[in-house]
């Protein structure tokens, strides 16, 4: 292959470059009536079909094409400059402004439909100019992302989009008074009374595309609600009421928890026990639906819980073709609330902020009081249950287990069983009966979206269009600055043609050494990946010695402290090559013989595939593995909703939140 790699993770194929990529935060909206980009020419949404395909019709030639949806991408906002840099790149001034401006607005966002009377109140409240809460609202709205309320910087930004003061108001004036009335005229001929009104003003129109995009930027609910479809607003945008506080709708709230699983897996290479797994899970409790899970053998951390939130927000075709999975799991969008427990990896300062930047709010349980976890736990406990049908399972007890040799009976590698599980998820229990649902959680998602003659459905979730950066938001961030040998990082040096101009940069506020904003993954350390302010891209950063073989981050620490302890003060590269080639050699001649070293072996196999929402690995089981983990070929026809064997009633207990 050339410099271009190809990764394919779910809706997208992207060509990543060393010339590395453009942030785009721009959501899709695949909402009836919004404008999408296919194939590069421009579409207006007719109508939506299913999860997968939508009708289209070309701006440009007026046919009504059928469009898959996956291939969409969104219409570049005017003004996404706004959204698309960093998180960290915010200073902690301006972080708390938009927080500011979000807490301000948010009720507002809450409501059903709002109208004057409501932001005038909220204004009063909060002691904040009307004009200025309309402002926020304007510039959070297309969005979603409190990147969008921090401060701007004064001057004109390069790309940034303005007209004159005239024209601005003309067109404001026209789309209030023309367009958001009851007689309810085309978004064309809105094109056209602007062109008129500016005639007889003696000034030049704004474009056709300017007035187009100035419609689709107002919120649908407030469009519906002027222009005179104030019952429909109502229908769409009003949630049904729930049992959990709040989980009124598809992906109102979901909930994360993390379990050791029952079951002892064997390594890929040697076939022999290694230790059981970690399942990090995440649960809309409206529906029920499974929105995103993570599988490892590391213990949970900020990466397991990055992993698992941006796979519940990601589409999940890839990742089911990946598995060979033919099955449907039709979920992805944002969470409005993430409800977790106290544990550390949740409340880690990285976490709390991507959340926060996508306008996630983090809530967490109240402490001593495993009850308000009761739904995550359930589900996790109907899987357990499911694991311990398997070869290898521990049980859930000494006493149970009994006389059961989970190691002798183990069979199953890493990748086995995740397709195993995606089965489990997507083909049984997404489609059981759910006691407390009356009908599947499958069935409660698509009634909820698209709706039915008894409830309307609020619409299908907008789509992220940049796979890579929401994983990146995720990641941990370290800052440093640009030596003439290049980056530190944990004792390593790093370098690329990206940061020569970088090199011993100024600081022109403090008039010290820049630092930028460098993200990584700890399960390959092998590159870095570069913020650069000015061009608002990331770049990926090599080791500086390209002798050096991909490693863990706890590989590394392991390797630090076996030379500590022979009495290295100074840890040199070549220390570190020659101490990590002893460590593996010893784990890989110790592999047959000792669990330890094998699950030491599979970790670090398992963190060289680095298996992400956006980068899945290649071919984990061949085709004759995941028929034989899901043959359904013997099964008779009084079972056949039930080929895994799974306990009949999924939630046989009911809610106990």
Request: charged share 25%.
């Amino acid at each position: 292959m050339s410099r271009y790699r190809i990764q394919r993770y779910c809706g997208r194929n992207t060509a990543m470059t060393d010339d590395g990529f453009t942030i785009d935060r721009a959501p899709i909206n695949l909402s009836v009536g919004s404008y999408v980009l296919y194939l590069n020419e421009e579409y207006k949404i007719k109508e939506v079909i299913d999860f997968y395909t939508v009708i289209g019709q070309s701006l440009t030639t007026g046919r009504l094409v059928s469009l898959m949806v996956k291939e969409l991408r969104s219409v570049s906002a005017d003004d996404s400059s706004r959204v698309n840099i960093d998180l960290t790149e915010v200073g902690d001034d301006d972080w708390k402004t938009a927080q500011h401006r979000y807490s301000v607005i948010q009720p507002l966002l809450k409501l059903p439909i709002y109208g004057r009377k409501d932001v005038e109140a909220r204004a009063d409240e909060v002691n904040v100019n009307t004009a200025t809460i309309y402002r926020w609202l304007k510039m959070y709205i297309p969005y979603g992302h409190i990147m969008a309320l921090v401060p701007r910087k004064r001057g004109r930004n390069k790309g940034s989009w303005q007209i004159e003061f005239a024209r601005e108001k003309l067109l404001t004036t026209v789309i209030d008074d023309y367009y958001l009335t009851k007689q309810r005229p085309s978004i064309q001929a809105t094109v056209v009374e602007v062109e008129r009104t500016a005639k007889l003003s003696g000034i030049t129109p704004p474009s056709a595309s300017t007035v187009r995009k100035r419609i689709m930027a107002l919120p649908e609910k407030d469009t519906l609600w002027k222009r005179g479809q104030k019952e429909k607003a109502k229908n769409k945008f009003t949630p049904a009421a729930g049992k959990f506080p709040n989980a009124d709708y598809p992906l109102a709230v979901i909930q994360i928890d993390h379990t050791p699983l029952d079951i002892i897996l064997v390594d890929d290479e040697y076939r022999l026990p290694i230790g059981r797994p970690w399942l990090t899970l995440a649960m809309d409790i409206h529906t029920r639906m499974i929105v995103g899970y993570y599988i490892a053998f590391d213990e949970p951390s900020e990466t397991s819980v990055g992993m698992c939130m941006a796979h519940s927000m990601l589409p999940k075709e890839e990742w089911l073709a990946t598995y060979d999975v033919h099955a449907s799991w039709p979920v992805w969008g944002k969470p409005v609330t993430v409800h977790v427990d106290n544990g550390a990896d949740f409340r880690s300062d990285n976490f709390k902020r991507s959340c926060g930047a996508y306008g996630i709010n983090l809530e967490f349980r109240p402490v001593r009081a495993p009850r308000y976890g009761g739904h995550i736990e359930r589900v996790l406990g109907t899987f357990v249950r499911e694991i311990h049908r398997l070869p290898g399972t521990t049980f859930s007890s000494i006493k149970e287990r009994d006389n059961y040799d989970s190691e002798k009976h183990a069979t199953l590698t890493k990748s086995e069983f995740e397709t195993w599980f995606v089965n489990l998820v997507c083909r049984v229990y997404h489609n059981r009966k759910h006691d407390s649902l009356g009908m599947s959680p499958l069935q409660m998602w698509e009634r909820s979206v698209f709706g039915d003659a008894s409830c309307p459905g609020i619409g299908m979730p907008p789509r992220f269009s940049d796979s890579q950066k929401l994983i990146l938001d995720f990641m941990p961030t370290v800052y440093r600055t640009v030596q003439t040998f290049g980056v530190k990082f944990e004792g390593l040096l790093y370098y690329a043609e990206s940061l020569r101009h970088k090199i011993n940069a100024i600081d022109s506020q403090t008039n010290k050494k820049q630092k930028f904003i460098f993200r990584y993954d700890p399960r390959d350390i092998s590159k870095l990946w570069f913020y650069d302010p000015e061009l608002k891209q990331y770049f990926p950063v090599p080791y500086a010695d390209q002798s050096l073989p991909k490693m863990s981050l706890w590989e590394l620490k392991l390797v630090k402290t076996k030379l500590r302890d022979k009495g290295s003060e100074s840890i040199n590269k070549h220390q570190v090559l020659d101490a990590l080639t002893d460590m593996r050699n010893v784990v890989d001649n110790a592999a047959k013989s000792t669990k330890r070293a094998r699950k030491q072996l599979q970790k670090r196999k398992e963190h060289e595939k680095k298996s992400t929402p956006m980068m899945t690995v290649d071919n984990p089981v061949t085709e004759n593995e995941s028929s034989t983990l899901y043959d359904t070929s013997n099964t008779d026809s009084a079972n056949i909703e039930n080929p895994l064997g799974l306990l009949y009633d999924v939630d046989e207990y009911g809610d106990i939140c």
